[in-house]
């Protein structure tokens, strides 16, 4: 049953491709206990598009707003919360203008993309008491939360390491080429990007956060000259966006707005973000980490080693495999015992976290025994590593995350 009077009011700024996961949650699955009352973005088309999309689902379509109306939407539409889906290097502005407005905010990760931005972040928080959420959806993947829980409940005794390497595949991995992420000033590259995620899960697992932090990466498969080095051709690397019907409204029939092309060829100048990426961190526990990131695999996955003081936790998350379906393995190795193959839940991946994260934003209130909702200091805690490992990238040293001038 429906109840406009205590339904939380939602507007989201960034109607691109990820917005649809919010407003299929708010309209579709939750419009019992959230209502999304506008829309804001740079780009008219985009916006008008989504509106197409939720009529097509039943909901109601939402007042559009251009992003420089973004102060007058939260007045006008009497807005709750601000959810922040645009390019990563602008979510500071949205995140504080709400915050400064009295709003709450959910923002998608990475929260910002440099320090001094991430401060200002924090900042707008102290100043205004207002609510960050970071929308953290692996912490949602059911085999993740289940690895807070075995270590949580101590079965591998204290973390000595971890070992963690995941794998971007030459179609999802080379989307990153195509789109502003290539950018290092829009994305901050994919140790803030991408990693941002990841470092979140081992600070969740280990109940810590990095202290100490090397890295070591480059450019290697994409960009321009990396075709003709290593004797790939580019045709199997190009995106046609007439082929698949979302993507020529979203993007082919809105560049006229802004010139954005989501098409790029990964292989064209431009590109200012590593492929091939090393990290070496040290946490305040004492815990070790080391870190690989390739975006150029032929699978998607992971690969997650977690050494304790009774033993050991392997797993392997197959997301993507030409050869075949997603599969994985989770074992849990006490010493002088035989190894122990957990069961995996049936349901993995994407699209079940995003159903559960949805659920818990904008669903009725639940319990939370595993703290699966990450707050302003846990996106902030996240990005220490990522940021910490670009400053050494640039300087060739190990960087102390007390000095980037981040404080939590
Ligand atoms: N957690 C996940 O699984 C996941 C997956 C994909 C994307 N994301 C995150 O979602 C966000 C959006 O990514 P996307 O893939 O939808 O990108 P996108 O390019 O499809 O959409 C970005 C949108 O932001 C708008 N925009 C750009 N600059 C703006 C500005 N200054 N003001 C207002 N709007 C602006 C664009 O017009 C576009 O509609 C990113 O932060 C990304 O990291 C998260």
Same mark, same amino acid.
């Given at each position: 049953?429906?109840?406009?009077?205590?339904?939380?009011?939602? %507007?989201?700024?960034?109607?691109?491709?990820? *917005?649809?996961? =919010? +407003?299929?949650? /708010?309209?579709? #699955?939750?419009?019992? !206990?959230?209502?999304l009352v506008a829309l804001a973005d740079v780009n008219r088309t985009r916006m008008a598009a989504h509106n197409?999309?939720?009529?097509?689902?039943? %909901?109601?379509?939402?007042?559009?707003?251009? *992003?420089?109306? =973004? +102060?007058?939407? /939260?007045?006008? #539409?009497?807005?709750? !919360?601000?959810?922040?889906?645009?390019?990563?290097?602008?979510?500071?502005?949205?995140?504080?203008?709400?915050?400064?407005?009295?709003?709450?905010?959910?923002?998608?990760?990475?929260?910002?993309?440099?320090?001094?931005?991430?401060?200002?972040? /924090?900042?707008?928080?102290?100043?205004?008491?207002?609510?960050?959420?970071?929308?953290?959806?692996?912490?949602?993947?059911?085999?993740?939360?289940?690895?807070?829980?075995?270590?949580?409940?101590?079965?591998?005794?204290?973390?000595?390491?971890?070992?963690?390497?995941?794998?971007?595949?030459?179609?999802?991995?080379?989307?990153?080429?195509?789109?502003?992420?290539?950018?290092?000033?829009?994305?901050?590259?994919?140790?803030?990007?991408?990693?941002?995620?990841?470092?979140?899960?081992?600070?969740?697992?280990?109940?810590?956060?990095?202290?100490?932090?090397?890295?070591?990466?480059?450019?290697?498969?994409?960009?321009?000259?990396?075709?003709?080095?290593?004797?790939?051709?580019?045709?199997?690397?190009?995106?046609?966006?007439?082929?698949?019907?979302?993507?020529?409204?979203?993007?082919?029939?809105?560049?006229?707005?802004?010139?954005?092309?989501?098409d790029q060829d990964v292989f064209a100048p431009g590109v200012s973000i590593e492929d091939d990426l090393a990290?070496?961190?040290?946490?305040?526990?004492?815990?070790?980490?080391?870190?690989?990131?390739?975006?150029?695999?032929?699978?998607?996955?992971?690969?997650?080693?977690?050494?304790?003081?009774?033993?050991?936790?392997?797993?392997?998350?197959?997301?993507?495999?030409?050869?075949?379906?997603?599969?994985?393995?989770?074992?849990?190795?006490?010493?002088?015992?035989?190894?122990?193959?957990?069961?995996?839940?049936?349901?993995?991946?994407?699209?079940?976290?995003?159903?559960?994260?949805?659920?818990?934003?904008?669903?009725?209130?639940?319990?939370?025994?595993?703290?699966?909702?990450?707050?302003?200091?846990?996106?902030?805690?996240?990005?220490?590593?990522?940021?910490?490992?670009?400053?050494?990238?640039?300087?060739?040293?190990?960087?102390?995350?007390?000095?980037?001038?981040?404080?939590?």
């Amino acid at each position: 049953m429906r109840d406009p009077l205590t339904r939380k009011r939602y %507007a989201l700024i960034g109607a691109g491709h990820r *917005a649809s996961t =919010f +407003l299929h949650g /708010l309209a579709v #699955e939750h419009a019992g !206990t959230a209502e999304l009352v506008a829309l804001a973005d740079v780009n008219r088309t985009r916006m008008a598009a989504h509106n197409r999309r939720l009529s097509g689902l039943g %909901a109601d379509p939402v007042p559009e707003y251009p *992003a420089t109306d =973004f +102060l007058t939407m /939260l007045d006008k #539409e009497s807005v709750d !919360t601000v959810l922040v889906t645009t390019v990563d290097s602008t979510h500071d502005e949205y995140i504080v203008a709400a915050l400064n407005a009295g709003r709450n905010v959910v923002t998608e990760k990475p929260m910002t993309t440099d320090p001094a931005r991430c401060q200002r972040i /924090l900042d707008a928080v102290a100043a205004t008491g207002g609510e960050v959420t970071v929308a953290f959806n692996y912490r949602y993947q059911p085999v993740f939360e289940r690895l807070r829980e075995i270590i949580a409940a101590g079965e591998i005794g204290e973390i000595g390491s971890v070992h963690f390497e995941w794998l971007l595949d030459t179609r999802h991995g080379a989307d990153y080429f195509r789109r502003w992420h290539r950018d290092k000033a829009n994305s901050g590259g994919l140790l803030v990007h991408k990693a941002t995620h990841h470092f979140d899960l081992i600070n969740w697992w280990l109940d810590s956060e990095p202290a100490e932090v090397y890295a070591q990466g480059r450019l290697f498969f994409y960009g321009p000259e990396n075709a003709k080095l290593h004797g790939h051709d580019p045709a199997p690397f190009t995106l046609s966006l007439d082929e698949d019907p979302w993507l020529r409204e979203l993007y082919q029939e809105a560049r006229h707005e802004d010139g954005y092309r989501r098409d790029q060829d990964v292989f064209a100048p431009g590109v200012s973000i590593e492929d091939d990426l090393a990290v070496l961190a040290r946490y305040h526990s004492g815990a070790t980490l080391t870190y690989h990131l390739t975006a150029y695999s032929p699978w998607e996955g992971v690969r997650v080693m977690v050494n304790g003081s009774h033993g050991r936790l392997e797993l392997e998350v197959v997301e993507a495999d030409p050869g075949g379906q997603p599969h994985g393995s989770l074992w849990l190795r006490k010493f002088w015992q035989p190894p122990q193959q957990l069961p995996m839940s049936a349901e993995e991946g994407h699209s079940t976290a995003d159903r559960r994260l949805c659920a818990a934003l904008f669903g009725p209130a639940a319990e939370d025994p595993t703290g699966k909702r990450a707050d302003h200091l846990a996106g902030a805690r996240s990005l220490l590593t990522g940021f910490a490992a670009n400053r050494s990238l640039v300087t060739g040293a190990p960087v102390r995350t007390t000095d980037l001038g981040v404080r939590l």
